[in-house]
C-alpha cells in the first residue's frame, strides 16, 4: 500500500512537467478579438502559419469580435492555462478597455500572461489631399485660428485612433473636433471625400492611399523616424513635443501558464517574425517586426496602461 502510495504521488509530481515537455499536444487556437480581414487579422495569420510551421502542430486564429476586443479577450482569461489558447492583443484590449470601460472583468497584468510582442505599427496623421495644411506647424496654426473647426474622426470612442487625436489635442493646446465612426473603414471613405479633414490611424489601413496620393501623410507618431515613411517627421519633432502613439500586436496566454510554455512560444515567435520573408510582408503591411521577451512584454504593457491613464485622467475621456 505504502508503495502504491509513493507512486502514485510520483505520478502527480510529474504530470506538470511532462504536460509541459508534450505541448503542444493538439492545434493551439489564437483568438483575434475583431472581425475577419482586418489588419491585425491578416498580420496575425501570417504569423499562426509560422508557429504552425515550427511547432508542427497547428496554431488555429479564431475571429471573436465586440465589446471593442474584451469578449475575445475574456475567452482567453477564462481558457485553460495550458497554452492552447492564445489572445492576440491590440492596445484596445490589453491597454485602452481596462482603463475605460466600466465594470471590466479583467485586468491585462493580473489575469494574462504575457509571451511576447510580435509588431509595432506607427500612428500617422492622415489628412484629406485638398486640406490646405502640408504640415503639423500649418495644422496647428489652423487650428488655433479657428478652434474646433477642423475635426478628426476615428473607428469609435476610446479606439485607439481616437485617443491619438485627444493626445496630439492635449499636448498642443489645441481643440480639433472629433468625429467617431463604426470602424476604420468609413472614417477613412469620409476622409478622402472631404467630409472629415483629418485621421490619426494606425498605419496598415491608410498605407495603401498614402501611396496613391488618395489622402497626405504629415507626420508618424513614433519616437523616431519609421523605416516605412522615412520622409516623414514625427510628431514630436514637427511641433508636439512628447507625442508619441503607436499600433501593437502580440500574443498572451491566460495567467498560471507554466513559464516553460510561455517562454517556448516567446522563443519561437521572435524566430518566426524575424524570419526574412516573414518580416518582408509584416512591413508591407506597415508594421515592423518587434520581437520581445515575455517580461519586456509585460513592462510595455504596463507602460501603455500607464499612458491611457494618465490621458484620461488629464482629458476625462470616456467611451460615451
Same mark, same amino acid.
Given at each position: 500500500?505504502?508503495?502504491?502510495?509513493?507512486?502514485?504521488?510520483?505520478?502527480?509530481?510529474?504530470?506538470?512537467?511532462?504536460?509541459?515537455?508534450?505541448?503542444?499536444?493538439?492545434?493551439?487556437?489564437?483568438?483575434?478579438?475583431?472581425?475577419?480581414?482586418?489588419?491585425?487579422?491578416?498580420?496575425?495569420r501570417l504569423v499562426a502559419q509560422g508557429l504552425?510551421?515550427?511547432?508542427?502542430?497547428?496554431?488555429?486564429?479564431?475571429?471573436?469580435?465586440?465589446?471593442?476586443?474584451?469578449?475575445?479577450?475574456?475567452?482567453?482569461?477564462?481558457?485553460?492555462?495550458?497554452?492552447?489558447?492564445?489572445?492576440?492583443?491590440?492596445?484596445?484590449?490589453?491597454?485602452?478597455?481596462?482603463?475605460?470601460?466600466?465594470?471590466?472583468?479583467?485586468?491585462?497584468?493580473?489575469?494574462?500572461?504575457?509571451?511576447?510582442?510580435?509588431?509595432?505599427?506607427?500612428?500617422?496623421?492622415?489628412?484629406?489631399?485638398?486640406? *490646405?495644411?502640408?504640415?503639423? %506647424?500649418?495644422? @496647428?496654426?489652423?487650428? &488655433? $485660428?479657428?478652434?474646433?473647426? /477642423?475635426? +478628426?474622426?476615428?473607428?469609435?470612442?476610446?479606439?485607439?485612433?481616437?485617443?491619438?487625436?485627444?493626445?496630439?489635442?492635449?499636448?498642443?493646446?489645441?481643440?480639433?473636433?472629433?468625429? *467617431?465612426?463604426?470602424?476604420? %473603414?468609413?472614417? @477613412?471613405?469620409?476622409? &478622402? $471625400?472631404?467630409?472629415?479633414? /483629418?485621421? +490619426?490611424?494606425?498605419?496598415?489601413?491608410?498605407?495603401?492611399?498614402?501611396?496613391?496620393?488618395?489622402?497626405?501623410?504629415?507626420?508618424?507618431?513614433?519616437?523616431?523616424?519609421?523605416?516605412?515613411?522615412?520622409?516623414?517627421?514625427?510628431?514630436?519633432?514637427?511641433?508636439?513635443?512628447?507625442?508619441?502613439?503607436?499600433?501593437?500586436?502580440?500574443?498572451?496566454?491566460?495567467?498560471?501558464?507554466?513559464?516553460?510554455?510561455?517562454?517556448?512560444?516567446?522563443?519561437?515567435?521572435?524566430?518566426?517574425?524575424?524570419?526574412?520573408?516573414?518580416?518582408?510582408?509584416?512591413?508591407?503591411?506597415?508594421?515592423?517586426?518587434?520581437?520581445?521577451?515575455?517580461?519586456?512584454?509585460?513592462?510595455?504593457?504596463?507602460?501603455?496602461?500607464?499612458?491611457?491613464?494618465?490621458?484620461?485622467?488629464?482629458?476625462?475621456?470616456?467611451?460615451?
Amino acid at each position: 500500500m505504502m508503495l502504491t502510495r509513493r507512486a502514485g504521488l510520483a505520478a502527480l509530481l510529474a504530470t506538470p512537467a511532462l504536460a509541459q515537455e508534450s505541448w503542444p499536444s493538439r492545434p493551439i487556437r489564437v483568438i483575434v478579438p475583431f472581425t475577419p480581414g482586418g489588419g491585425t487579422d491578416v498580420m496575425m495569420r501570417l504569423v499562426a502559419q509560422g508557429l504552425s510551421n515550427r511547432f508542427g502542430q497547428q496554431v488555429v486564429v479564431d475571429n471573436v469580435a465586440g465589446a471593442g476586443g474584451t469578449i475575445g479577450a475574456m475567452q482567453v482569461v477564462n481558457a485553460p492555462p495550458d497554452g492552447h489558447t492564445l489572445l492576440c492583443g491590440t492596445p484596445g484590449s490589453i491597454a485602452v478597455n481596462p482603463v475605460m470601460q466600466a465594470g471590466i472583468r479583467y485586468h491585462p497584468l493580473r489575469d494574462l500572461a504575457a509571451v511576447a510582442q510580435l509588431t509595432d505599427s506607427p500612428i500617422v496623421l492622415v489628412a484629406n489631399k485638398d486640406l *490646405p495644411v502640408n504640415s503639423v %506647424a500649418e495644422l @496647428l496654426a489652423a487650428a &488655433r $485660428a479657428a478652434p474646433g473647426d /477642423l475635426n +478628426f474622426g476615428s473607428a469609435g470612442p476610446g479606439s485607439v485612433a481616437h485617443l491619438s487625436g485627444e493626445m496630439f489635442c492635449a499636448l498642443a493646446g489645441v481643440r480639433i473636433t472629433h468625429v *467617431p465612426y463604426r470602424g476604420t %473603414a468609413q472614417s @477613412l471613405l469620409d476622409l &478622402r $471625400a472631404g467630409r472629415i479633414q /483629418l485621421l +490619426f490611424e494606425n498605419l496598415p489601413p491608410v498605407m495603401e492611399a498614402i501611396g496613391l496620393g488618395h489622402i497626405k501623410a504629415l507626420a508618424v507618431g513614433t519616437p523616431q523616424r519609421s523605416d516605412l515613411l522615412p520622409q516623414l517627421p514625427t510628431i514630436a519633432e514637427a511641433g508636439v513635443p512628447g507625442y508619441v502613439s503607436s499600433s501593437y500586436m502580440g500574443l498572451l496566454a491566460p495567467a498560471r501558464t507554466p513559464p516553460e510554455i510561455v517562454r517556448r512560444l516567446a522563443e519561437a515567435c521572435a524566430a518566426v517574425v524575424q524570419d526574412a520573408d516573414l518580416a518582408a510582408r509584416l512591413r508591407g503591411l506597415g508594421a515592423t517586426p518587434t520581437p520581445t521577451t515575455p517580461d519586456a512584454f509585460r513592462s510595455f504593457i504596463g507602460a501603455r496602461i500607464a499612458d491611457v491613464t494618465k490621458l484620461v485622467e488629464a482629458t476625462g475621456l470616456s467611451f460615451n
